[in-house]
């Protein structure tokens, strides 16, 4: 390994190669840290980490008041976000030095322990989700990095993943600065940015239901600068359910998780959180609301899960005839996976692996990822959401798609394993290649 890093470091050192905003040649971080590198934007997620002050510039060591008269030149509309918030209103101001530091040459980009430095309480609660395990805000940055296909694909394609994921290393992704504004990050749409899209449509799923409705109705005329706390809000949003009572954590209620793998609902520590969320519903409905509701909740995951086992052994049929093609054989190995380059074998479902499902698998194997990633966990957020009707349409999905693997692999069965040679389109395609150059 060690060899493998000292190539690295020759190839990052030669001129032009590296980027020039880090003095130090820069490695990646996480368990695959030797086989990426940082892109320029990677300073303002992972600032810790990766912010190097544009030396050369500016220089100086400035007072507080002397930052915001340049600055309100150079960049009026922070300064302008600064002076309308409470940082600028409270007793002694929260000057621009007290999270970028007063030397021009040696900036800071605040992280989550310099905000810490004064709201304690805050940063402790994200940080005891760590003990909930993934996923977790607090946890969102290693899940990036250690996953293999981060490191396999092109900077290009996960560059995205970090937008999302920094929600661990920074904490202006709720309250956006220089706002820092409470009453922005109460509202749907701070979580919005991220909590969209497959494989977490939380947007569409909340706003199916009766609260989101309610709150799209009427939530204009609601005064966000309340706290989050019963009795303040007639119909609850993101934060009021996952961040009761402006608690900074998000993981001590969550029993089902992602949905993502079958799990037992009635352990002794999933039976405190689901008392946490009782609690929750509890500030609107009687307790048998929520009683029922979680009851249908473990019903929902349960016939999910009906439906996609005997999909996962169809497929696992297919592979033991050798009918998965291109096979793990016929197709490049993860880079990052050694198992899958001694002994190639299709991954299939979330036990052999969930990483290796994403991309680079034959049309059958895909088209049951989408099934049980997209449209199963779609299913879910419907029915945890309280949007049955979305739910509903999801399993509907969800069977179509389930019907259509079938008739799949019915076909591959009656094709049988004839020989035929994919290495040309596979092994050397031009995505292959474009990879191995832009990893
Ligand atoms: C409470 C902390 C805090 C204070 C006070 C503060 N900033 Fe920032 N500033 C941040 C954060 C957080 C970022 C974003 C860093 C990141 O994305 O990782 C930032 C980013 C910046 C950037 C880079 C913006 C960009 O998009 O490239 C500039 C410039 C900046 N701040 C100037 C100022 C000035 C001038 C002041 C004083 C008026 C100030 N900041 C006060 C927290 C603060
Ligand atoms: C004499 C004018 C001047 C003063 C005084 C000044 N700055 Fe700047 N600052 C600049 C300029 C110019 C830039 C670069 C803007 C650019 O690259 O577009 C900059 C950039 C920054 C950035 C962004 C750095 C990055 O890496 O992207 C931050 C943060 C910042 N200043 C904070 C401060 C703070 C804090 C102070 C006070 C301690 C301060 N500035 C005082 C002119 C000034
Ligand atoms: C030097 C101390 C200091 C630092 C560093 C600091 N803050 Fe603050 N912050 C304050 C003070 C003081 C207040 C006002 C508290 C009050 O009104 O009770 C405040 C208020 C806030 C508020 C509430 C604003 C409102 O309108 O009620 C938010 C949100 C906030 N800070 C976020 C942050 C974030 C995020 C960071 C890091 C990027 C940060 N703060 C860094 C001292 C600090
Ligand atoms: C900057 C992006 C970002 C923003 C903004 C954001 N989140 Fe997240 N959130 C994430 C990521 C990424 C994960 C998954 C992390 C992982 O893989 O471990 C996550 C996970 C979660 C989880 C799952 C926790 C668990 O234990 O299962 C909840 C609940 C959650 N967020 C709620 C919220 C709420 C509520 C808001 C708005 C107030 C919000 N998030 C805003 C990125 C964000
Ligand atoms: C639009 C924002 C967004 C993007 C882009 C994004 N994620 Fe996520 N990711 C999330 C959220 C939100 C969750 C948690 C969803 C939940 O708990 O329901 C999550 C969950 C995960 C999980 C599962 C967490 C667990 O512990 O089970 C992994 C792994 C992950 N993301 C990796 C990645 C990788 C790798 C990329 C880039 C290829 C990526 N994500 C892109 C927002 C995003
Ligand atoms: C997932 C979204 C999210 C993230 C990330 C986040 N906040 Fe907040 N923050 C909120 C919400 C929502 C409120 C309003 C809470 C309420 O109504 O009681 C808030 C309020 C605050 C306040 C206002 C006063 C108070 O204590 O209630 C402070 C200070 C604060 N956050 C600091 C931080 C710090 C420090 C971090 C990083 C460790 C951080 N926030 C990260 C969503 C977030
Ligand atoms: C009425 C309360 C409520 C509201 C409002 C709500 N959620 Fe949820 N959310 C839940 C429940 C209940 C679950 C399932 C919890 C479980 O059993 O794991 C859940 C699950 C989740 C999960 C997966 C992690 C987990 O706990 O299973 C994420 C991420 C999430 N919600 C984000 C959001 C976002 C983002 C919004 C706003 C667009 C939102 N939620 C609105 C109650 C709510
Ligand atoms: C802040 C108050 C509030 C909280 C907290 C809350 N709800 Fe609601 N809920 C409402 C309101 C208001 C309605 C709309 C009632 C109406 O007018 O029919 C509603 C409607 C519902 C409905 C639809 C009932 C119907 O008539 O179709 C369900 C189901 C539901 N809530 C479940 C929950 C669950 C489960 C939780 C906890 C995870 C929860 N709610 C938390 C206020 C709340």
């Not at 739910?391 to 079938?406: F, G, Q, V």
Request: net charge neutral; aromatic share 10%.
């Amino acid at each position: 390994m060690w060899i493998a890093r000292l190539v690295l470091v020759v190839l990052l050192a030669t001129p032009g190669a590296a980027w020039s905003g880090l003095p130090d040649p820069p490695l990646g971080t996480g368990e695959h840290a030797d086989a990426w590198r940082p892109d320029p934007m990677h300073e303002y997620w992972d600032p810790a980490t990766f912010h190097r002050p544009e030396t050369g510039r500016m220089a100086g060591i400035f007072a507080g008041k002397e930052c915001l008269e340049c600055h309100a030149v150079i960049t009026p509309g922070i300064v302008k976000d600064w002076q309308a918030s409470r940082h600028a209103t409270t007793g002694t101001p929260v000057l621009c030095p007290a999270c970028h530091g007063e030397d021009h040459q040696k900036l800071i980009f605040p992280t989550p322990q310099t905000c810490g430095t004064c709201h304690p309480e805050r940063l402790a609660q994200m940080e005891e989700e760590k003990k909930y395990g993934f996923p977790s805000h607090a946890l969102a940055m290693e899940r990036v990095v250690d996953a293999k296909h981060f490191a396999d694909k092109p900077k290009a394609e996960v560059a995205s993943c970090l937008q999302c994921h920094s929600v661990a290393s920074k904490c202006d992704s709720c309250h956006t600065r220089h706002r820092f504004d409470p009453a922005e990050a109460r509202r749907p749409e701070a979580c919005l940015p991220c909590h969209s899209g497959p494989p977490h449509p939380d947007d569409e799923s909340f706003f199916a239901s009766v609260h989101g409705q309610k709150y799209l109705q009427e939530g204009k005329n609601w005064d966000w600068n309340r706290k989050l706390a019963p009795g303040n809000y007639p119909a609850p949003t993101c934060a009021y359910c996952h961040m009761r009572n402006g608690n900074h954590q998000v993981a001590d209620k969550a029993v089902w998780k992602f949905g993502i793998r079958e799990i037992n609902p009635r352990t002794a520590e999933n039976t405190i959180k689901r008392k946490r969320w009782q609690e929750t519903c509890a500030d609107c409905h009687p307790s048998g609301v929520a009683e029922g509701f979680f009851a249908a909740l473990d019903a929902e995951r349960k016939a999910s899960w009906n439906l996609l086992y005997p999909v996962e052994a169809l497929l696992k049929k297919l592979r033991s005839q050798g009918l998965l093609r291109p096979s793990a054989r016929e197709r490049p190995p993860y880079p990052m996976d050694l198992m899958a380059r001694l002994l190639p074998r299709e991954r299939i479902g979330f036990f052999e692996g969930q990483a290796s499902a994403f991309y680079n698998v034959s049309a059958i194997e895909r088209d049951y990822f989408e099934l049980w990633y997209f449209n199963s966990l779609a299913a879910y957020k419907g029915m945890a959401h309280q949007a049955g009707g979305y739910a509903k349409s999801m399993h509907e999905k969800m069977e179509e798609a389930a019907r259509a693997i079938e008739a799949q692999a019915r076909a591959l069965t009656e094709q049988g394993a004839k020989p035929l040679d994919l290495t040309p389109i596979w092994m050397e395609g031009e995505y292959t290649r474009f990879n191995r150059e832009h990893n």
